[in-house]
């Protein structure tokens, strides 16, 4: 999900948020949202996404459900919401550092930042084909600039810290989705 609040992304109101919780409990009487269900609301599914999507949509599920029990109960989904549509920049960074590392270790290596990039890039050319950039320049160039003890392993903080300081690696590490936007797109077609 993208980082930013930019100026592009709408102001989504309270009233719209109270709507979303609204459907959740429609949409979900058990009050559990289970993967193929949070796939199938962003448009994901197996006949006409890549497989990196749904690979990072699987990241992005597993990083809401808190407990890891593998649904999604409504006070996650409450705590999601909010982070993806009214968060603080530093809390959706920690939010997308938690994405990334997938084994858990609390430091994303080069393994990790190139399988997000290929992700991140996949998905950007199946958005816009006129895109075409070189995953392994990428990804020296995000340890170049963001991997101040050079260890060949970036921590939370500095993640964080090059994010917020490069405009370039905010570009590379986040989804351009608005959230905001498909949010209220979403709205209109209900």
């Not at 989804?175 to 209109?188: A, G, N, T, Y």
């Amino acid at each position: 999900m993208g980082q930013t609040q930019g100026a592009t992304d709408k102001e989504v109101t309270l009233r719209d948020i109270q709507e979303l919780y609204r459907k959740f409990a429609s949409e979900c009487p058990s009050g559990n949202l289970h993967l193929h269900e949070f796939k199938k609301i962003f448009g994901i599914s197996s006949g006409s996404s890549t497989e990196e999507e749904s690979a990072y949509m699987e990241n992005v599920f597993r990083s809401f459900d808190t407990n890891q029990d593998g649904k999604i109960d409504f006070m996650e989904y409450v705590a999601a919401v909010h982070l993806v549509l009214r968060g603080k920049l530093e809390d959706k960074l920690k939010w997308s550092f938690k994405v990334y590392d997938r084994d858990g270790n609390g430091c994303l290596d080069r393994q990790e930042v190139r399988h997000i990039v290929k992700i991140i890039y996949k998905i950007k050319t199946h958005n816009d084909p006129s895109v075409t950039e070189n995953i392994e320049d990428i990804c020296d160039r995000i340890f170049e600039l963001v991997d101040k003890n050079r260890d060949s392993q970036i921590s939370l903080e500095e993640f964080i810290e090059g994010a917020e300081k490069d405009p370039w690696v905010m570009d590379q590490l986040k989804l351009d989705i608005r959230p905001c936007d498909w949010f209220l797109e979403q709205q209109k077609k209900s």
